[in-house]
């Protein structure tokens, strides 16, 4: 049965970082939502508003890539997926394409993401959200519930020791399977 990683976090809190061990780690199949943005945000002449108009068009996009990669491969979904309902629907398509969504949540402090919005801004490197956004998207985000079952990263876990725990927990999941006679 194929797997549904939904990454969720706040902007700079280490998820494409994490994803990218991940996807290699786990042999699964990628749909970075900023990536797309870039690739479609041009053509489409988007914006990165804070009520996140262009990124509800992109959204759309990436639901339809995942929807065909989930059903022959397992696939991480990289994106804030900051609100319960956006998770609720990965789990929805997780279900119509019978995987196993499961919910990776990088707990990055406030204060860590801010000092790296810095260093982010003293050396140009990669893209910085703006400030309104980046406010809109604090006082918007939706910490995922004990119900979702989220496995939790803390930026000073060691990797490998985060993707082991993440392997187990597919392992427990397989044995908990009822098995064919």
């Known amino acids: 049965m194929h797997k549904l990683y939904m990454m969720c976090g706040i902007?700079?809190?280490?998820?494409?970082?994490?994803?990218?061990?991940?996807?290699?780690?786990?042999h699964s199949e990628l749909i970075?939502?900023?990536?797309?943005?870039?690739?479609?945000g041009r053509k489409l002449h988007l914006t990165r508003d804070p009520?996140?108009?262009?990124?509800?068009?992109?959204?759309?996009?990436?639901?339809e890539k995942l929807r065909s990669l989930l059903l022959n491969n397992s696939v991480v979904y990289d994106d804030m997926n900051q609100l319960y309902k956006h998770r609720e629907?990965?789990?929805?398509?997780?279900?119509?394409?019978?995987a196993i969504p499961i919910l990776i949540y990088v707990k990055t402090p406030l204060k860590v993401i801010q000092e790296r919005r810095k260093e982010i801004a003293m050396t140009r490197?990669?893209?910085?959200?703006?400030?309104?956004?980046?406010?809109?998207?604090?006082?918007?985000?939706?910490?995922?519930?004990?119900?979702?079952?989220?496995?939790?990263?803390?930026p000073?876990?060691?990797?490998?020791?985060?993707?082991?725990?993440l392997m187990n927990r597919k392992r427990q999941?397989?044995?908990?399977k009822p098995h064919k006679a």
């Not at 902007?11 to 786990?26: A, I, P, Q, W």
């Not at 995922?144 to 990263?153: A, F, N, R, T, V």
């Not at 000073?156 to 725990?165: A, H, I, P």
């Open 11 to 26: 902007t700079v809190s280490g998820k494409t970082t994490l994803v990218k061990k991940m996807v290699e780690y786990t």
């Open 89 to 98: 629907q990965l789990r929805g398509i997780a279900k119509d394409c019978n």
């Open 125 to 154: 490197e990669g893209g910085d959200v703006p400030e309104p956004n980046f406010q809109y998207i604090v006082a918007h985000f939706e910490e995922p519930q004990k119900s979702e079952h989220p496995i939790i990263y803390i």
């Open 32 to 40: 970075d939502v900023d990536e797309l943005f870039g690739e479609n």
């Open 51 to 63: 009520e996140g108009h262009g990124r509800d068009i992109v959204r759309k996009i990436a639901l």
């Open 173 to 176: 999941e397989q044995m908990a």
């Open 156 to 165: 000073n876990t060691k990797d490998d020791v985060f993707l082991k725990k």
